[in-house]
T-cell receptor, first 112, second 111 residues
Framework: DTEVTQTPKHLVMGMTNKKSLKCEQH?????MYWYKQKAKKPPELMFV???????INESVPSRFSPECPNSSLLNLHLHALQPEDSALYLC???????????FGEGSRLTVL | QKEVEQDPGPLSVPEGAIVSLNCTYS??????FMWYRQYSRKGPELLMY????GNKEDGRFTAQVDKSSKYISLFIRDSQPSDSATYLC???????????FGGGTRLMVKP
């Protein structure tokens, strides 16, 4: 079982809804990530929090908003999404000083 | 040309076969190399992690890195139907840098 926990596992939302995806890790990792994965494609980086400092993939639209309440928690706030935003959203964390990345099971999002 | 190339497959083998999965890359600065296994509709699971060149073995899995050829491999011995999944290679230059993925190879192991 992964030590990165994501909720909810499935989410269906309309284009006018506001929802949030949540991620939690208790491995003491200081870097946490949000990735988006479409079918038969590799994950694409959206956001990185390293020591609670945010780095953004400039191509990610502003309708996605990350939040890092503390070093163990990571949220992704969703507002006014489009059907093409339907995908598997993956949270990951990484220990300091190594290249390893540990993923959660993902939240499957469907935008109607 | 993509920074990391991986044959998409699908690769179909009989149970018990030795499987070889490969990636080539162009960025000579890469020094952290990973292999992930991803089952359908699940998150990627870290299988093997290698820093710099060399071999690493874990049970039925062996990872090889040849930095001179910019080529990495994952070997699976005595393949099982439960190994059927998509395998993603990934690499990065420094621990804090962005991870670059290959496109993934879909593997099917038939009983």
């Amino acid at each position: 079982d992964t030590e990165v926990t994501q909720t909810p596992k499935h989410l269906v939302m309309g284009m006018t809804n506001k929802k949030s995806l949540k991620c939690e890790q208790h491995m003491g990792h200081r870097a946490m990530y949000w990735y988006k994965q479409k079918a038969k494609k590799p994950p694409e980086l959206m956001f990185v929090y390293s020591y609670e400092k945010l780095s953004i993939n400039e191509s990610v639209p502003s309708r996605f908003s990350p939040e890092c309440p503390n070093s163990s928690l990571l949220n992704l706030h969703l507002h006014a999404l489009q059907p093409e935003d339907s995908a598997l959203y993956l949270c990951a964390s990484s220990p300091e000083g190594t290249g390893e990345l540990f993923f959660g099971e993902g939240s499957r999002l469907t935008v109607l | 040309q993509k920074e990391v190339e991986q044959d998409p497959g699908p690769l179909s083998v009989p149970e018990g076969a030795i499987v070889s999965l490969n990636c080539t890359y162009s960025n000579s600065a890469f020094q952290y190399f990973m292999w992930y296994r991803q089952y359908s509709r699940k998150g990627p699971e870290l299988l093997m992690y290698t820093y710099s060149s060399g071999n690493k073995e874990d049970g039925r899995f062996t990872a090889q890195v040849d930095k001179s050829s910019k080529y990495i491999s994952l070997f699976i011995r005595d393949s099982q139907p439960s190994d059927s999944a998509t395998y993603l290679c990934a690499m990065r230059a420094k621990a804090g840098n962005m991870l670059t993925f290959g496109g993934g190879t879909r593997l099917m192991v038939k009983p």
